[in-house]
T-cell receptor, first 117, second 115 residues
Framework: GENVEQHPSTLSVQEGDSAVIKCTYS??????FPWYKQELGKGPQLIID?????GEKKDQRIAVTLNKTAKHFSLHITETQPEDSAVYFC????????????????FGTGTQLKVEL | EAQVTQNPRYLITVTGKKLTVTCSQN?????MSWYRQDPGLGLRQIYY???????DKGDVPEGYKVSRKEKRNFPLILESPSPNQTSLYFC??????????????FGNGTRLTVT
């Protein structure tokens, strides 16, 4: 099955700096890569996703890049703000028709991002 | 408001005492799933359901049961809880069972402690 590794496990940046979180996946058939943000006491929320036919996607201060050859993808947050402090999860999903698992996402282990004033 | 609602938010119980965590969504979603979150392990899928009366095991199904009698509800049942089931549990749903078209929406979690 799919295995997703995520680094670093904790990341501390100064307000206004950039933050980068990296993930690698094992299954070359995976074709959907979402990123979730989990604030304290809440469930994960989708913040951005990328599909395998795209190399990069941007939404205001956040961007995701995908390198299918190397099987890794990254989340980039620019001009970080205190409200960006949260746990971030990457995930990967293959074709539900092949895996038989429906909308199955395999998650990374999470990155605790702390933006310091 | 579109949401996934889990109850209770916090639960402390003793080994062997059957419990149910409820999950309900108001978005008419086909797909529902349960995850557990443990430090250093991320989110792991317990069970999922692609539609009413259709359920299947995820990666860590041992010790859990689910049912999907109605489209909106997907309860998680622990028949005989054990301390290793102490965890933070999330219910999630999506419109369709194909990830491409429908992102997962998560509830706010249930923190379970089994002593």
């Amino acid at each position: 099955g799919e295995n997703v590794e995520q680094h670093p496990s904790t990341l501390s940046v100064q307000e206004g700096d950039s933050a980068v979180i990296k993930c690698t996946y094992s299954d070359s058939a995976s074709n959907y890569f979402p990123w979730y943000k989990q604030e304290l006491g809440k469930g994960p929320q989708l913040i951005i996703d990328i599909r395998s036919n795209v190399g990069e996607k941007k939404d205001q201060r956040i961007a995701v890049t995908l390198n299918k050859t190397a099987k890794h993808f990254s989340l980039h947050i620019t001009e970080t703000q205190p409200e960006d402090s949260a746990v971030y999860f990457c995930a990967a999903s293959g074709s539900p028709f092949l895996t038989g698992g429906g909308n199955k996402l395999t998650f990374g282990t999470g990155t605790q991002l702390k933006v310091e004033l | 408001e579109a949401q996934v609602t889990q109850n209770p938010r916090y639960l402390i119980t003793v080994t062997g005492k059957k419990l149910t965590v409820t999950c309900s969504q108001n978005m008419n979603h086909e797909y529902m799933s349960w995850y557990r979150q443990d430090p250093g392990l991320g989110l792991r899928q317990i069970y999922y359901s692609m539609n009413v009366e259709v359920t299947d095991k995820g990666d860590v199904p041992e010790g859990y049961k689910v049912s999907r009698k109605e489209k909106r509800n997907f309860p998680l049942i622990l028949e005989s809880p054990s301390p290793n089931q102490t965890s933070l549990y999330f219910c999630a749903s999506s419109l369709s069972w194909t990830a491409f078209n429908s992102p997962l929406h998560f509830g706010n979690g249930t923190r379970l402690t089994v002593t």
